[in-house]
C-alpha cells in the first residue's frame, strides 16, 4: 500500500489518543508510545508544510526545481548520475553532479548534501530532492524516460537506504 495521508493522519490521532490518556491520569506504556508516535506525526506534518510549494519537473533540458520562490534547471549534461532513494521516513531524487555543486545558487544550495556514493564511481556530494510519498514513482519513471538519451549520465535506479546500516557500515570504515 502507498502511504497517503493517512500515514500523515494516523499518527497524529494515536498522538492525540496518548496525550489524552496521559492528561486524563493513565500513564501507561502504551499511552507514551501513541504519544511518541503522535510526534513522529507532527514531524510528518512539518516537512509536509515546508514542501507545499516545491515542484519538480522533467524534460529534454534537464531537471526543473521550483522552492516556491525561484526556479532553477538542472541541465541533464551537467549530470553524472542519478537515482531514487527510499528510507522508512522518506523518498528522495538523488542528483549527482557532474562538477562541483553549485552552492551560489540560492535554489540548488538548499538541496546539496555529503553522503555516501549512490555508485563507486560517483562523487559524494550531490542535490537531495524531497518526493512527495504519493506519485514520486510517476516523477521517477518521468525522470529515467528524460535522462535516457544522455548515455553519459548514470542511471542508479531505486536506492533503499538505511541510516541505522550505513552508520553501521561506516564505523567499520572507519577503523580500518
Known amino acids: 500500500m502507498e502511504p ?12 492525540g489518543a496518548g496525550v489524552a490518556g496521559v492528561v486524563t491520569g493513565r500513564v501507561t506504556t502504551e499511552m507514551l508510545i501513541m504519544v511518541g508516535v503522535g510526534a513522529l506525526g507532527v ?3 512539518v ?12 524534460d529534454h533540458t534537464g531537471l ?11 541541465q541533464w549534461e551537467s549530470v553524472a548520475g542519478i537515482g531514487v532513494c527510499c528510507t522508512a521516513q522518506a523518498v528522495s531524487l538523488e542528483v ?9 545558487d540560492p535554489v540548488l544550495r538548499a538541496l546539496i548534501r555529503d553522503d555516501e556514493p549512490l555508485a563507486p564511481e560517483l562523487p559524494r556530494v550531490r542535490y537531495r ?15 529515467r524516460r528524460h535522462s535516457e538519451p544522455h548515455p553519459s549520465l548514470l542511471w542508479c535506479g531505486q536506492i533503499n537506504y538505511s541510516p541505522v546500516t550505513a552508520a553501521l557500515a561506516r564505523r567499520r570504515s572507519d577503523r580500518t
Open 4 to 15: 497517503g495521508w493517512s500515514s500523515d493522519v494516523i499518527p497524529l490521532l494515536l498522538g
Open 43 to 45: 514531524l510528518l506534518l
Open 47 to 58: 516537512v509536509a508544510w515546508r514542501q507545499r510549494h516545491q515542484k519538480i519537473a522533467a
Open 64 to 74: 526543473w526545481v521550483h522552492n516556491g520562490r525561484a526556479m532553477q534547471v538542472i
Open 96 to 104: 549527482v553532479p557532474r562538477g562541483p555543486a553549485d552552492d551560489r
Open 129 to 143: 530532492i524531497s518526493l512527495p510519498q504519493v506519485g514520486w514513482r510517476t516523477l521517477a519513471a518521468a525522470v
